[in-house]
């Protein structure tokens, strides 16, 4: 199996808050994994790649300096929203990728970000 | 740079009728292109992808080069089929795997 666990699957904030996200692969090792950002019955916008024990790729718009990623081992990584806001309400998906497949993801059950 | 395109937001069809989900896409290279679900309080799943040439639960898709398309298609829809389905593309090279997905489309199965 490839199994992903995010936690926690929602989390309330305040505003200027911060909130870390973990993505965790739990059967496999994932050298890579990535992290979107969903709005409701929209696309999946990838927000940054993440490659354990390296700097995470941040897409082009997001910012780096607030959505910090953090991919420390191979089966784990983090998403910490910075300083949060309400417009960083939104649904939070991370995917993992095999090593040894070069194109397949498995998706986490995403996270519920509320910022009040 | 790759993209993706699918043109139906929102797709309606009632059970026993043939569905297709229509897919573009443009790419300069060789791409690999995948169709994944997710159902109702679900997590996104792989459908299917068209390099291995497989029928999932009775979808199909088709690379066609020519028309650069992805279509996915069922001949009889069911009501369990209701979920949002995007088509994504792999790149391949220096992407780390990245896929670059479509907007999606929600189809809804009516009884």
């Known amino acids: 199996g490839a199994v992903v666990s995010q936690h926690p699957s929602r989390v309330i904030c305040k505003s200027g808050t911060s909130v870390k996200i973990e993505c965790r692969s739990l059967?496999?090792?994932?050298?890579?994994m990535f992290w979107y950002r969903q709005f409701p019955k929209q696309s999946l916008m990838l927000m940054a790649t993440s490659n354990e024990g390296s700097k995470a790729t941040y897409e082009q718009g997001v910012e780096k300096d607030k959505f910090l990623i953090n991919h420390a081992s191979l089966t784990l990584s983090t998403l910490t929203v910075t300083s949060a806001h309400p417009e960083d309400s939104s649904f939070y998906i991370c995917?993992?990728?095999?090593?040894?497949?070069?194109?397949?993801?498995?998706f986490g059950p995403g996270t519920r970000l509320t910022v009040t | 740079a790759q993209r993706v395109t699918q043109p139906e937001k929102l797709l309606s069809v009632f059970k026993g009728a043939p569905v297709e989900l229509k897919c573009n896409y443009s790419?300069?290279?060789?791409?690999?292109l995948f169709w994944y679900v997710q159902y109702s309080r679900q997590r996104l799943q792989l459908l299917l992808r068209?390099?291995s040439r497989e029928s999932i639960k009775g979808f199909t898709a088709d690379l066609n080069k020519g028309e650069t398309s992805f279509h996915l298609k069922k001949p009889f829809a069911q009501e369990e089929d209701s979920a949002m389905y995007y088509c994504?593309?792999?790149?391949?090279?220096?992407?780390?795997?990245?896929?670059?997905f479509g907007q999606g489309t929600i189809l809804t199965v009516h009884p």
């Open positions: 790419y300069s290279g060789s791409p690999e």
């Open positions: 059967d496999f090792q994932a050298t890579t």
């Open positions: 994504a593309l792999y790149a391949g090279g220096t992407s780390y795997g990245k896929l670059t």
């Open positions: 995917s993992a990728r095999k090593p040894d497949s070069s194109y397949e993801q498995y």
């Open positions: 068209h390099i």
